[in-house]
């Protein structure tokens, strides 16, 4: 059993300009035989996402607290805590934070995130 708390998790500036940490990837994880990654990630108030791709990675966005905007392609839509959204790979992608409180979610990626699958648009 492996447990990582957020609380103690060390959060980094990722490419796209989100804050997150990665919780569970099994590339860091000797112990794990799964097939995606975890990362928690927090987007201030009034700011956005670079917009970026995958090109070999799906993604699903969990959201745990605030609101925003998701926009796929030419495709965008309002969200808010609750909904789990899934983006294609090859897909291009930005999230921006519409709400005065910090945009809280929960990114899955298969298979495991790795920057060198991380493009920008």
């Not at 990665?22 to 927090?42: N, Q, W």
């Not at 009034?46 to 925003?68: D, F, R, W």
Request: negative net charge; hydrophobic residues 35%.
């Amino acid at each position: 059993m492996l447990i990582r708390d957020i609380e103690k998790a060390n959060y980094l500036e990722a490419s796209d300009k989100t804050k997150l940490c990665e919780l569970i990837h099994p590339l860091k994880e000797a112990v794990f035989d799964i097939s995606y990654s975890l990362a928690h990630v927090v987007l201030k108030p009034g700011k956005k996402s670079q917009p970026h791709k995958l090109k070999s990675s799906s993604e699903v966005y969990y959201i745990l607290e605030g609101k925003g905007t998701i926009h796929v392609d030419d495709e965008f839509s309002n969200i808010k805590p609750g909904q789990a959204i899934y983006v294609p790979q090859k897909s291009i992608q930005y999230i921006e934070n519409s709400g005065e409180d910090d945009l809280k979610f929960l990114c899955i990626v298969s298979p495991p995130w790795n920057s060198a699958d991380d493009l920008p648009a």
